[in-house]
């Protein structure tokens, strides 16, 4: 039975980091290249999210205003 391929290819990359904190994470034991992909994902869809926020910031605040003067669509069905 073959391995089943990655579905993400991952690239070798240099990065300048920080020495001292270099030299802690290793001895802690730490995988700097996961750890910096991790970080590097989460910068990523934090700056996604600003992006969408701001492409749409027009719709939501339609969206808000409509409910601030015609309250929550459906509310009258609502059990709680």
């Known amino acids: 039975?073959?391995?089943v391929p990655n579905k993400h290819t991952?690239?070798?990359?240099?990065v300048s980091l920080d020495s001292e904190l270099l030299e802690t994470a290793k001895q802690l034991g730490i995988?700097?290249?996961r750890s910096a992909e991790a970080?590097?994902?989460?910068?990523?869809a934090k700056r996604q999210a600003e992006i969408w926020k701001k492409e749409n910031r027009a719709a939501i605040q339609a969206s808000n205003d409509y409910v601030e003067t015609?309250?929550?669509p459906l509310a009258s069905h609502r059990k709680f």
């Not at 991952?10 to 240099?14: E, Q, S």
């Open 10 to 14: 991952r690239k070798a990359t240099n």
């Open 70 to 72: 015609h309250g929550i």
């Open 39 to 44: 970080g590097l994902r989460d910068a990523v």
């Open 31 to 33: 995988n700097i290249s």
């Open 1 to 3: 039975m073959g391995a």
